[in-house]
């Protein structure tokens, strides 16, 4: 027997699949998202939510009361990316260099499946009492001028106010579609940006000698990098350093005095992301010996990601009423990153995987990124009874 609230999100599906190619052909940068949350404030408010938009720039909140009770949250977020879609499709992206390349158009459906199922129970007398928030988020996949990220910008505007639970998920093109990865503790890594500016003295390239290479010194610290995470981390530690960038010189007969170079680290434990810090800085420390200057600037990112656990003990029993015990797959963490961290360091937070894999998976963030549609209804019905469960405490 199909579950009763995959019932209701199944009389959903063409809807949700229609929603998502909309998105889809109309893809949105972050804090640019003004068409998608105006179709998502459409969408919610038409189905009895209170609806705030400019929230945290272009995102959107909304509010359904259903008496005295927690108030609890869900959240998608909005943005896409600076991709070219490949994909040939008819649905494609209309906006030539833009792209749905990472799902956040089947988050959004998703949501509105969700916010239609709990109005729908709403007005039958059958959610439990309480406040359903949705989170429609921008910008997720980067941070603007002032390093914030849309999740970052919507709590400092308020939108975890008196949140007493907050859950999402993560659609995963190379999961098996319809399964879920859901686990207590670290789920997504934190990442922070780095910048490395190593200084030198320009010379002819006839006359190195006279110089001070800035490309040498930079190498020679982009090989010490590769020893941190293998040095100063113990074995059972996670932790990335990657380099990603390199910039510098001006011509090939000038020994160049100025190298830039960007990366990332990422990291679950506090120690770990110092030690990465304190590691990155120790690689170029050998600089000034040679003449050169060298300066690392850290630029905070997200946080991890931190399910709850026992919250999501809640819900991993709750959502598999609708998967069933065989609906969950067991995977690693993931040393990616995702700006829900903000979310759930406001109050208890779950987030998910739902495995939405082609028959040939799909890489997030590729030209060619799709997934199987059948999972919008399945998304919403699980979003939907998050919200039940952390309304019924």
Not at 185 to 205: I, L
Not at 209 to 215: N, Q
Not at 307 to 336: C, H, Q, W, Y
Not at 344 to 349: F, I, Q, T, Y
Request: negative net charge; aromatic residues 4%; contains cysteine.
């Amino acid at each position: 027997m199909t579950p009763p609230l995959l019932n209701r999100a199944l009389t959903l599906s063409d809807h949700l699949v229609e929603l998502r190619r909309d998105l889809h052909r109309h893809p949105e940068l972050g804090y640019q998202e003004t068409r998608t949350s105006g179709v998502a404030a459409r969408e919610v408010g038409a189905a009895g939510f209170q609806v705030r938009r400019g929230v945290a720039r272009t995102g959107v909140v909304a509010e359904l009361a259903s008496g005295v009770g927690p108030t609890v949250a869900l959240r998608a977020d909005m943005d896409a990316l600076p991709i070219q879609e490949e994909t040939g499709l008819p649905w494609a992206s209309t906006v030539p260099g833009l792209m749905h390349a990472c799902g956040h158009d089947a988050h959004t459906s998703i949501l509105v499946g969700a916010a239609r199922i709990l109005a729908d129970l709403h007005g039958e007398g059958a959610l439990p009492p309480g406040r359903v928030r949705l989170l429609f988020q921008p910008s997720e996949e980067g941070m603007d001028d002032e390093g914030k990220s849309g999740a970052r910008r919507m709590v400092e505007e308020g939108a975890m106010e008196g949140v007493d639970g907050v859950a999402g998920l993560h659609v995963a093109s190379h999961l098996p579609s319809g399964r879920i990865h859901l686990e207590p503790g670290p789920f997504f890594a934190g990442s922070d940006e780095a910048r490395v500016t190593v200084r030198g003295r320009g010379a002819h390239a006839a006359r190195a000698h006279e110089g001070v290479d800035a490309l040498v010194l930079a190498a020679q610290g982009v090989v010490a990098a590769q020893q941190v995470v293998s040095r100063r981390l113990a074995p059972d530690e996670r932790g990335v350093l990657t380099l990603a960038t390199i910039h510098g010189g001006q011509a090939p007969n000038i020994v160049a005095d100025r190298v830039e170079l960007t990366g990332t680290l990422r990291y679950f434990e506090p120690s770990v992301k110092r030690r990465l810090r304190e590691g990155l800085v120790a690689s170029f420390a050998h600089v000034e010996a040679w003449g050169g200057r060298a300066h690392v600037h850290f630029q905070d990112g997200y946080p991890p990601v931190v399910n709850d656990p026992a919250l999501t003990g809640r819900l991993r029993s709750a959502l598999a009423g609708i998967v069933g015990t065989d609906g969950f797959l067991e995977a690693p963490a993931t040393m990616a990153a995702e700006d829900f961290g903000f979310l759930a360091r406001e109050a208890p937070g779950v987030f998910f995987w739902l495995g939405a894999a082609l028959p040939q998976p799909r890489a997030h963030h590729h030209p060619e990124f799709d997934i199987d549609e059948d999972v919008l209804p399945l998304g919403a019905a699980l979003l939907a009874r998050a919200a039940i469960e952390m309304l019924e405490v």
